[in-house]
C-alpha cells in the first residue's frame, strides 16, 4: 500500500490515512497481519517516524508524524490545546437547526471512567432530503454536511457529541443508529464510517511558518454525497 503525503519538510510528514489503517501497534488490533500507518510509511521514504496524534481507525484524513524524537517534543504537547486545529468533515442523521453551534457536553474518558470536560464545534455545509424512507414514521430521509472542529480531544469525541445530540454518523457501529447504517448500506452502498480528517493547521514550531495540510476526500465518501445530492469541493 502507497500512502499519499500531504506535507513533508525536514522535521515532519502528513499523510491521508486511508479508513481501516490502524496509527501504530495496538492491542486492540484483532487483524490476524494488521497494517499500520507509522510501519508503512517508515518502509516508504525509509525513515523512522513517530505519529503525533492519533484518528480512529476507520476515520481517514490528515495524519502527522514527525522525523525525530526532537521534533516530535516540540509538537506533541501542542495537540490538547488551541495551537493546533483539527477539522473534520462528516455525514449525520437530520438537520440541525443552528448553522453554527458549540456542544459542551462531559464525556468519560477512554469511554470509561471519570467525567471529562469537552467542547466541539460544528458548522452546517450542507442539508438534503431524499425521497426515500429510512424510518417507518416517514416518507423521505433528510442529512447533514458537518464540518467539526474538537476544542478538546476526548476518545471518539465528535462521535460521541453527535450520537447526544442525536445526530448520528453514518457508518458509526459504536456511537451510530443501526437502523440509519442498515439503510445505507442497502440503498446507498455505503459501507464506511463517514467522518473524515479534513484539515490540520498549525504554527511549525521551528520556522514559525503558519502551516494548513488539508487531506481530500475519499472516493466512496464524495459517491455517497453525490447521491445525496451535496456538493463539496
Known amino acids: 500500500m502507497l500512502l499519499e503525503i500531504l506535507f513533508e519538510d525536514d522535521h515532519y510528514i502528513a499523510i491521508n490515512k486511508p479508513t481501516g489503517l490502524l496509527v501504530h501497534k495496538t492491542k486492540l488490533a484483532k487483524d490476524e497481519i494488521p497494517v499500520f500507518?507509522?510501519?508503512l510509511l517508515r518502509d516508504?521514504?525509509?525513515q523512522w517516524v513517530y505519529p503525533l496524534h492519533r484518528i480512529d481507525r476507520p476515520t481517514?484524513?490528515?495524519?502527522?508524524?514527525?522525523k525525530s524524537p526532537e521534533a516530535a517534543a516540540l509538537l506533541q504537547p501542542l495537540f490538547p490545546t488551541s495551537e493546533i486545529e483539527k477539522h473534520y468533515l462528516t455525514v449525520v442523521r437530520g438537520i440541525p437547526a443552528e448553522e453554527n453551534w458549540i456542544i459542551e457536553h462531559p464525556l468519560k474518558k477512554d469511554l470509561d471512567g471519570e467525567?471529562?470536560?469537552?467542547?466541539?464545534?460544528?458548522?452546517k455545509l450542507a442539508e438534503t432530503e431524499i425521497p426515500y424512507s429510512s424510518t417507518p414514521r416517514y416518507p423521505t430521509s433528510r442529512y447533514s454536511l458537518l464540518q467539526a472542529y474538537p476544542h478538546t480531544g476526548r476518545m471518539h469525541q465528535i462521535r460521541r457529541h453527535l450520537a447526544h445530540a442525536r445526530h448520528y454518523i453514518i457508518g458509526?457501529?459504536?456511537?451510530?443508529?443501526?437502523?440509519?447504517?442498515?439503510?445505507?448500506?442497502?440503498?446507498?452502498?455505503?459501507?464506511?464510517?463517514?467522518?473524515?480528517?479534513?484539515?490540520?493547521n498549525f504554527k511549525h514550531p521551528i520556522n514559525q511558518e503558519l502551516i494548513e495540510i488539508k487531506a481530500p476526500l475519499p472516493d466512496y465518501f464524495v459517491a455517497i454525497l453525490g447521491k445525496l445530492g451535496i456538493e463539496f469541493s
Request: aromatic letters at 12%; charged letters at 25%; one cysteine or more.
Open 115 to 123: 467525567l471529562q470536560e469537552c467542547k466541539t464545534e460544528f458548522w
Open 172 to 200: 458509526d457501529s459504536t456511537h451510530g443508529e443501526t437502523r440509519q447504517n442498515r439503510f445505507f448500506r442497502e440503498k446507498l452502498d455505503s459501507h464506511k464510517l463517514l467522518l473524515h480528517a479534513w484539515k490540520l
Open 44 to 46: 516508504q521514504i525509509g
Open 37 to 39: 500507518a507509522m510501519q
Open 60 to 66: 481517514s484524513g490528515v495524519l502527522l508524524f514527525s
